[in-house]
């Protein structure tokens, strides 16, 4: 399942961004990797390793159109 991010979400992230880009693409992350019941099974280790690999530039916005849509 592909996580679709909605305009709450998007509002959250936006607001999140502004004040630390890094924390709010945490944030993208973990909503991806959450079941169906918010839960994330992965170790801190693992979502360290994701994260890096996930994000070419962690500072950088990662939804699409941009932070002033």
Known sequence: MTFKPNRKFKKRYDRVFRENPMAANMLLL?????????????????????????????????????LER
């Open 30 to 66: 973990i909503a991806e990797l959450a079941n169906n019941k918010g839960r994330v099974e992965a170790t801190e280790e693992e979502i360290t390793a994701l994260f890096n690999a996930r994000f070419e530039d962690p500072g950088a916005y990662q939804l699409s159109g941009g």
